[in-house]
């Protein structure tokens, strides 16, 4: 049965789709970071003396941060510690993440999931719309999940039936497997049935300091009558709603900004939205 969340607005307003903005929102300044001459990502300048302490493990001159360091992993093990000590990393995982230059290329280095926030690394992510279609298989509703309160970043936030952070060693699709029972209890089998659609590009701002992130988006037909059922705790509530209901809510604020996007390319992608719409949207995305 579907439910609320809420009470949706009927018409989306002029200034919708906030997400959108907040994507590309960078308004802290930030000094670039290398490694072996290749830029990997940034540091905020606010932290640059934080970084003093080590003269031996960073370089800073020339206008970026180059780490000279040969044992990376271990230096950049014992860097981040100290600086979650100081509270400049929070939201500490224990889950390791790889820096890359980009996309496809070579591991420069393996840090703590929380550091790259700081170090403002290409993160990447994996997310499912998990949706019902109707009698002509047309989307009829979508499964949305409300974050735990516990959780470490947009605690109570809605969110994508299924989405996680790819760790070092996995692919995006083996992540989603993997989320998918851990955040909805699906067999591996229907997961793997999910359809790629398109990789999304987020570069922005945010409380833990800078999110660059390529979120890989799959769609996940569900058959009726079949309820997720979250295994991990990292989710406190799944509902289904009518595809126009949970459109709405991603035109708002009430979604986190990475499920409001995925959800926004599930709608271009079904094409579920009027036509001018749908071409705004379309030209706004920031798609990799």
């Keep these: 049965m579907a439910r609320s969340i809420g009470r949706p607005r009927r018409r989306l307003s002029p200034g919708a789709w906030p997400a959108l903005a907040a994507a590309t929102r960078r308004e802290r300044p930030r000094r670039p970071f290398a490694i072996d001459g290749t830029l990997v990502g940034s540091v905020s300048l606010d932290h640059i003396d934080a970084l003093r302490a080590w003269p031996q493990v960073f370089a800073l001159d020339g206008g970026r941060v180059t780490l000279l360091a040969e044992d990376r992993d271990a230096t950049l093990a014992a860097v981040n510690a100290s600086l979650c000590e100081q509270g400049l990393i929070v939201g500490w995982r224990d889950e ?29 992510g994996a997310h499912a719309n998990g949706y019902v279609a109707d009698a002509a298989g047309r ?55 999910a359809a790629p659609g398109r990789v999304i590009e987020l570069a922005c701002d945010i409380v833990e300091g800078f999110m660059h992130e390529q979120v890989h988006v ?71």
């Design 218 to 288: 799959f769609d996940l037909r569900l058959p009726p009558g079949l309820t997720p059922l979250n295994q991990d705790g990292e989710v406190a509530e799944l509902h289904c709603l009518p595809v126009q209901e949970a459109l709405v809510l991603a035109a708002g604020d009430a979604m986190t900004v990475d499920a409001a996007l995925v959800t926004i390319d599930f709608a271009l992608r079904h094409r579920l939205l009027a036509a001018d719409e749908h071409a705004d949207l379309a030209a706004r995305m920031p798609y990799a």
């Design 96 to 124: 390791t993440y790889s820096i890359r230059a980009r996309a496809g290329a070579p591991p420069l280095a393996l840090i703590e999931r929380a550091a790259a926030r700081f170090w403002g690394t290409l993160t990447f």
């Design 139 to 193: 989307p009829a509703h979508l499964w949305i999940a409300r974050r735990s309160a516990h959780k470490a970043t947009d605690p109570g936030k809605l969110d994508n039936m299924v989405g996680g952070g790819v760790p070092h060693g996995q692919t995006p699709f083996e992540t989603l497997v993997r989320e998918g029972f851990e955040e909805a209890g699906l067999d591996a089998t229907l997961v793997r049935s």
